[in-house]
Nanobody, 120 residues
């Protein structure tokens, strides 16, 4: 079993910054892609950013140039640096990891989410 624990959410004023962290723990063979999704009230969950390996990244158009995803493979941790936040960024942010288990199955796991609230 793999557990993902997010941290770093909170309340911030528009124009401010936050840094989210997500640490993966448990028994697995390897972590492939890790990513951040978000779900605002009344909306579907959407991909914010993802990283595969150490350098291959992709971002939602709405966050390009403002958010940066990175990972520390030694710590099995992914980060999301969020700058120039706007009220539209208000959502619960979820961490997702693509994991190769010790029996070589590929599975996806989700964290419980961390709330980001941006005030105007």
């Amino acid at each position: 079993q793999v557990e993902l624990v997010e941290s770093g959410g909170g309340l911030v004023q528009a124009g401010g910054s936050l840094r989210l962290s997500c640490a993966a723990s448990g028994s697995f063979f390897s972590l492939n892609a890790m990513g951040w999704y978000r779900q605002a009230p009344g909306k579907q969950r959407e991909l914010v950013a993802a990283i595969r390996g150490g350098t291959s990244t992709n971002y939602a158009d709405s966050v390009k140039g403002r958010f940066t995803i990175s990972r520390d493979n030694a710590k099995n941790t992914v980060y999301l640096q969020m700058n120039s936040l706007t009220p539209d960024d208000t959502a619960v942010y979820y961490c997702n990891a693509e994991v190769v288990t010790r029996t070589y199955y590929t599975m996806h796991f989700w964290g419980k989410g961390t709330l980001v609230t941006v005030s105007s």
